[in-house]
Nanobody, 119 residues
Framework: QVQLVESGGGSVQPGGSLRLSCAAS????????MGWYRQAPGKQRALVAL?????????ADSDAVKGRFTISRDNAKNTVYLQMNSLKPEDSAVYHC???????????WGQGTQVTVSS
């Protein structure tokens, strides 16, 4: 089993920044990619960004976060980060860390961390 623990959420004013962290532990040797999804009230959970073990990065297809959010990882700490700059109210959501595994269960999720952008 894999455990994913997020931290770094909170409340910030528009234009502010937050950095989310996701620490992975347990049987992480089958994890080949980690990423962040977000879910706003009444909306489906959607990909924000992901990064593979090889360092390949994918951001959401829309322009919603490009240029403002940056995903990175520290392999020594088994931790993935999401740096969020120029935050907007529409970025408010619960952000979930995700781990993609080569073996079942193929998806692992963190408990989620709330990000609220409001003046």
């Amino acid at each position: 089993q894999v455990q994913l623990v997020e931290s770094g959420g909170g409340s910030v004013q528009p234009g502010g920044s937050l950095r989310l962290s996701c620490a992975a532990s347990g049987s992480i040797f089958n994890i080949y990619a980690m990423g962040w999804y977000r879910q706003a009230p009444g909306k489906q959970r959607a990909l924000v960004a992901l990064i593979t073990n090889g360092g390949s990065i994918k951001y959401a297809d829309s322009d919603a976060v490009k240029g403002r959010f940056t995903i990175s990882r520290d392999n020594a700490k088994n931790t993935v980060y999401l740096q969020m700059n120029s935050l907007k109210p529409e970025d408010s959501a619960v952000y979930h860390c995700h781990g993609a595994s080569l073996r079942a269960p193929y998806d692992y999720w963190g408990q989620g961390t709330q990000v609220t952008v409001s003046s």
